[in-house]
């Protein structure tokens, strides 16, 4: 089985990663699965796309092969676009799931149903030796719950609820998650690529 490398050391990604690259028949290896521990790529970018760029080209270049990256975040309309590129390290530069979804409710108390309207986006950038880099988008519309529910997924996905749904994304199966999620619209946007590596 072909196998490729994915830039991250997001235990979460990881898992989505692999489920949805098997339909193509590509296995993954991310910074997780390196013998020799990786530094932390810094994410300088003012974009999901720049960031995707960051974390792709700087591996790809220190080992000489082809590499994907993922970058991700929550979009919320009333907070301006906040957390957004700064999703990871919204509640502080030590990264804690619980402490960042907890700082996103805090900031939206009082606000009404209607106005909570949010979005999960995702760009993948794919870095290969002597090729420019390309990046694609997916995204997945949707509103934060008055309340976190569920145990599934990971970081925000507790509050939030895609529009598709009345149930959060952590009430979804890691099947249901992946035919909807953004993570699965930008990897669609990458299927004819893809579908040349297996
Ligand atoms: O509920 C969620 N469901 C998702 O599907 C999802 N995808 C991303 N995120 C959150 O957005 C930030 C990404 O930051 P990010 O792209 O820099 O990744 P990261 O720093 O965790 O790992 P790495 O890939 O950089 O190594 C992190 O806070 C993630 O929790 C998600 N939250
Ligand atoms: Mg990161």
């Known amino acids: 089985m072909k196998e490729l490398i994915v830039a991250t050391k997001n235990e979460g990604k990881v898992r989505e990663f692999r489920q949805l690259f098997s339909e193509y028949g590509i296995a993954v290896k991310s910074l997780l699965d390196f013998d020799e521990p990786i ?23 220190a080992y000489n092969t ?11 309309d009333a907070l301006g676009g906040e957390p957004g590129v700064y999703s990871a390290r919204y509640a502080g530069e030590e990264k804690n799931d619980q402490k960042n979804l907890e700082k996103v409710m805090k900031k939206l108390e009082g606000v009404p149903v209607n ?3 949010a979005r999960f986006v995702c760009a993948i950038a794919v870095a290969r030796p002597g ?9 997945c519309e949707g509103s934060i719950a008055v309340e976190p529910q569920g145990q599934h997924g990971f970081g925000y996905d507790p509050i939030f609820i ?13 099947e249901e998650k992946n ?15 893809l579908k040349n590596q297996s």
């Open 131 to 139: 090729f420019e880099t390309f990046v694609k988008e997916g995204c």
């Open 39 to 61: 530094e932390d790529i810094e994410e300088t970018g003012t974009t999901f796309a720049e960031n995707a760029t960051i974390k792709a080209e700087a591996i790809s270049e």
């Open 179 to 193: 035919s909807i999620s953004h993570r699965h619209h930008a990897i669609l946007q990458l299927e004819e690529w």
């Open 115 to 117: 106005e909570r309207t």
């Open 66 to 76: 082809p590499v994907i990256a993922d970058d991700s975040g929550l979009v919320v």
């Open 162 to 174: 895609p529009e598709s749904s009345e149930r959060t994304m952590a009430e979804h199966t890691s």
